[in-house]
């Protein structure tokens, strides 16, 4: 027997809901990776610099991650889908906005608009689904809208390098609009009107959250470009970081003394099963940052591989990941989830673990692949029943604030993962370009050994973008000896990059199995038991 849809929904199933919020869900996680293949085209249409082309993507996913606590409250508080038509209509002109941009300036502008339209439809998703499906389908609910995540994945690179090589830059925001307005029509037909919980709205902490999470994720996602030094004049990186923690410290405090009325009610924490499911989300969006980096620039700078063909390597993984999300979901509601999301973060740690061991110069491709499978195997796993975990036994009067920190969390997860990984990559180079010049160095002439290994030394630690560029050979060296040189100096960026680039991944491996251990530590049990109790009765039975 069906249980009953906790909302009236006319006769109509729960799973009528879906597809707009899958479509929606889509474009923007599409959107976090579509611009990354279009960068060297951006460059060269607008004459810009890397740096400047990078706020394309940046003001993007800062804009979006800063606000996801607010649009989560405003789902409570307005009802999540008023929130979501509008996010989805802010997102859809956004889009039309960059793909007529001008210039770089209006396209920034236009990327950061639309971030906002992306955060106000996000908790909206999760919120809806929570309060919409009874307890026993929330879980293959989940699963459907977790394997969107992972198909997205690659879908942004991949769609992004056929647009830019066949229609131009321009379509890769173009093609949102269609769908866009697809979801709209939809959302506007099956999202049902749900019961709003009036409220006072909490002023000082919107401020508080948007500008302490605004400095900490600045500093973070751009600390790089600066070297993690000065900014400008006497700001630092280190500074915006401290300022960010400070004033987040600041919010924490400012929601204790709001109590339920807050932001984020911190009694959503003492829930074990939410607080360990936002650790755990964290850990999955630094691991799925963490590998894409220093994989992404292996395949094309080691292996040779073209922007889509590199893309393509990941596919099959993404592929498993759409297909294995739905079962977990449905899993989730039948065994205890946290075995689910336990096993997942296994599977993907001992994947990453076994292709950091094949990342080595001349490795087939195919070896490659066979680990990224096992990736999307996890992905899969750990996804969708992780959601669930984290929104089971909230009360509907929170369902968008959980839903926005849970979001917020794994937002920043991947930020901080894209920070790390990249000062491990810098770091690991800084070591092992030399060493890698110095083992090829030996079958160099004697006289040009200690030139070369020093040539490399000085340019790796300048950075990625420079190693193995600092060795000049003399006007009077041989043609056969200044191809052999060259031919040394790309044998030692290939071995020490790769080198590097497996020491990274490594990395990302003991996050995932902090994620395992948050899992592990999950309390036990089904997903449900029994008939769905009431939302209230939930939350106080969850803790």
């Not at 060297?40 to 940046?58: I, M, R």
């Not at 993907?348 to 096992?374: C, E, H, K, N, Y």
Request: glycine share 12%; with cysteine; hydrophobic share 55%.
């Amino acid at each position: 027997m069906t249980a009953p849809a906790p909302v009236d929904l006319g006769g109509r199933s729960p799973w009528s809901i879906l597809p707009p919020l899958c479509l929606g869900f889509f474009m923007i996680m599409v959107d976090t990776t579509i611009v990354n293949i279009a960068v060297p085209t951006l460059q060269e249409a607008f004459d810009a610099s890397l740096v400047t082309v990078g706020w394309v993507n940046s003001a993007y996913l800062l804009t979006f991650a800063v606000l996801l606590l607010v649009t989560g409250r405003l789902g409570d508080r307005f009802g999540p889908r008023p929130v979501f038509v509008i996010g989805l209509v802010v997102f859809t002109l956004a889009s039309l906005a960059c793909g007529l941009a001008g210039s770089v300036g209006m396209l920034i502008v236009a990327r950061a608009v639309q971030g906002v339209g992306g955060a106000l439809m996000t908790p909206q998703t999760m919120a809806m689904i929570t309060r919409v499906f009874p307890a026993q389908k929330r879980g293959a609910a989940l699963g459907v809208w977790g394997s969107v995540a992972g198909v997205a994945t690659i879908t942004g690179p991949v769609l992004g390098g056929i647009l830019v090589e066949s229609v131009g830059w321009e379509w890769i925001f173009y093609v949102n609009i269609p769908v866009g307005l697809v979801a709209l029509w939809l959302a506007v037909r099956t999202l049902p009107a749900l019961p709003t919980h009036a409220r006072t709205f909490d002023g000082p902490g919107v401020v508080l959250s948007v500008v302490g999470l605004a400095l900490l994720v600045f500093g973070l996602q751009e600390g790089g470009e600066y070297a993690w030094g000065t900014i400008a004049g006497p700001i630092s990186v280190p500074l915006v970081i401290g300022a960010g923690v400070l004033v987040s410290a600041a919010f924490v405090l400012w929601q204790r003394h709001r109590g339920d009325d807050a932001l984020l009610p911190l009694k959503l924490f003492v829930q074990r099963n939410f607080a360990l499911a936002n650790v755990a989300g964290a850990a999955v969006s630094f691991a799925m940052t963490g590998i894409f980096f220093p994989f992404t620039l292996y395949l094309q700078q080691v292996l040779g591989l073209s922007p889509l063909h590199a893309a393509l390597v990941g596919l099959p993984g993404s592929l498993i990941s759409g297909v294995v999300a739905p079962f977990a979901g449905r899993l989730s509601d039948r065994v205890a989830g946290k075995w689910v999301v336990f096993t997942g973060f296994v599977v993907l740690a001992a994947s990453i673990g076994i292709l950091a061991t094949q990342v080595q110069p001349d490795v087939a491709v195919w070896r490659l692949v066979v680990p990224m499978l096992g990736f999307g195997v996890g992905t899969g796993l750990v996804f969708s029943p992780l959601g669930n975990l984290a929104t089971t036994g909230l009360d509907q009067r929170n369902a968008g604030a959980g839903a926005g920190a849970f979001n917020t969390t794994r937002q920043v997860g991947g930020v901080i993962g894209s920070a790390v990984v990249v000062a491990v990559l810098t770091s690991r180079l800084a070591s092992t370009m030399p060493a890698a010049a110095q083992d090829v160095a030996q079958d160099l002439p004697t006289e040009l050994r200690g030139p070369f290994v020093d040539g490399f030394r000085q340019a790796a630690a300048e950075g990625l973008g420079a190693a193995g560029g600092g060795f000049d050979l003399p006007a009077d060296v041989p043609a056969t000896v200044a191809d052999q040189v060259r031919a040394a100096a790309q044998a030692a960026v290939e071995a020490g990059f790769a080198t590097a680039a497996a020491q990274t991944l490594a990395v990302t491996v003991g996050v995932l199995l902090l994620g395992a251990a948050c899992a592990f530590a999950m309390r036990g049990g089904l997903s449900h038991v029994g008939p769905p109790a009431a939302a209230d009765e939930v939350g106080t039975a969850a803790r």
